[in-house]
């Protein structure tokens, strides 16, 4: 179940003054009627259904893209025209990295899961997998310092903090490899 999603650098979704991500939230405020449309355990009440709306222009139909580009880019790598999607309202955001972090809650369990890729190079400089904790501790599944060791030894390649994972040079997150069938790898 969806929790939060978090995106900066992409399309209309620059960052916030503070330099944050935007965020969509299904976390319920205070509900004073209609509880049947929560969802709700002891750690956390949820929206079951949510709906977006807003002026003309002001990126409903983007938050859309970037779910659905972050889903493209954990199931099959970086799609085609990936290089011109970065937010263009600021010129300096064509070098800087895209983020995009969803929360979600998986079998009771709350995982928080992203990756930060600078669009126009095609490069993904970060990637993390982290469980929510009930005691408000992050336990950290797995970061790009600990899986960078394991792409030098696939495909012999320098050790850095940017790595491309697919010798066709296509940027895949580690994420999406785990999934990939053992054929490949043969």
């Known amino acids: 179940m969806l929790i939060r999603f978090n995106i900066k650098n992409f399309l209309s979704f620059s960052e916030r003054e503070d330099g944050k991500s935007e965020e969509f939230s299904m976390i319920a405020g205070k509900v004073r009627n209609k509880k049947e449309h929560i969802y709700s355990d002891d750690k956390i009440k949820l929206l079951k259904f949510a709906a977006v709306y807003g002026a003309n222009a002001s ?26 999607k970065y937010c263009k309202v600021i010129g300096e955001n064509k070098e800087k990295e895209s983020y995009f972090e969803l929360e979600l809650m998986l079998e ?54 940017e790595f491309y994972v697919n010798p066709s040079h296509k ?16």
């Open 59 to 84: 990126g409903k139909s983007n938050l859309v893209k970037a779910l659905e580009f972050m889903k493209q880019v954990v199931l099959f790598g970086l799609p085609e025209g990936y290089t011109d």
């Open 108 to 161: 009771n369990k709350y995982y928080a899961y992203g990756f930060e890729v600078i669009l126009n190079k095609g490069k993904i400089v970060s990637e993390w997998l982290i469980e929510l904790t009930s005691d408000n501790r992050e336990k950290v599944i797995f970061p790009i310092s600990l899986i960078s060791h394991y792409m030098h030894i696939l495909y012999l390649q320098p050790l850095t903090q």
């Open 171 to 186: 940027s895949y997150p580690l994420f999406s490899i785990c999934f990939w069938p053992v054929s490949y790898w043969m």
